[in-house]
């Protein structure tokens, strides 16, 4: 619900799609680089050893899979685990929300100004990062001549995607997916789908997210999806 007043001030493009060279600044058919990372932002030791092997590989962008702002998703708690970390980097950070970016006093209002707005432009310039605005909570990176495409999704705050008695779920959430998988399918292109909740925990089966449609579109698209992250 909150995702959808949101983006009601700021409406997002059916599609939801962006070219890579937005984020790259070179011709993604040709090739390019990036670093998809998850749970990141506690900004402890193990963060910031991350550094280092960061730099040297020199991405053409990063995707934080969720959870960058440990504990609740305020904005201290970006600045902490996000903005200070990965300070003059001077690339795009895309990002998915996990649950503790909804854990904050406005629901996750905190991540999508800070990634699906340009509210906090100033922010990212005196941090040394690019600003990208994303269209929306879940998006796709896709271009033409480029075999790719790398779809971001957004599981809330316990992966509750399926309707159930007590729920709607996110049936338009999980049309947009089929919708981009079966272009995908129909040009020839393989993607990276990333979702931040997952179903499997410890090799078993958690008995709370309700993600069995988004599997079973997973399942249906197997022969698009090379990898789910």
């Not at 925990?201 to 197997?222: G, K, S």
Request: overall charge negative.
């Amino acid at each position: 619900e909150w995702r959808r007043r949101y983006e009601a001030e700021h409406p997002s493009p059916p599609a939801r799609s962006v070219p890579f060279e937005t984020l790259t600044n070179r011709d993604a058919a040709g090739g390019f680089s990036c670093i998809i990372l998850g749970d990141t932002g506690e900004g402890d030791r193990s963060q910031y050893g991350l550094l280092p092997l960061i730099r040297a590989l020199a991405p053409d962008f990063l995707i934080i899979n969720g959870d960058l702002a440990y504990p609740a998703g305020r904005e201290d708690d970006f600045i902490e685990g996000f903005f200070a970390p990965y300070q003059n980097l001077h690339v795009p950070v895309w990002a998915t929300p996990g649950n503790h970016e909804y854990y904050s006093a406005h629901s996750g209002r905190e991540f999508f100004d800070l990634f699906c707005t340009s509210r906090h432009q100033k922010l990212w310039q005196d941090y040394g990062l690019r600003l990208v605005p994303q269209p929306g909570t879940y998006w796709e990176l896709a271009s033409p001549g480029c075999p790719l495409v790398v779809i971001g999704l957004d599981s809330g705050m316990s992966g509750a995607l399926d309707a159930t008695p007590t729920s709607d779920g996110d049936a338009g959430q999980l049309a947009w997916l089929e919708w981009r998988l079966r272009l995908a399918e129909a040009a020839g292109r393989r993607a990276i789908v990333l979702f931040h909740i997952p179903a499997l925990v410890n090799q078993e089966r958690d008995t709370v997210p309700h993600l069995d449609r988004l599997h079973a579109l997973l399942i249906r698209f197997a022969g698009v999806v090379s990898a789910v992250i």
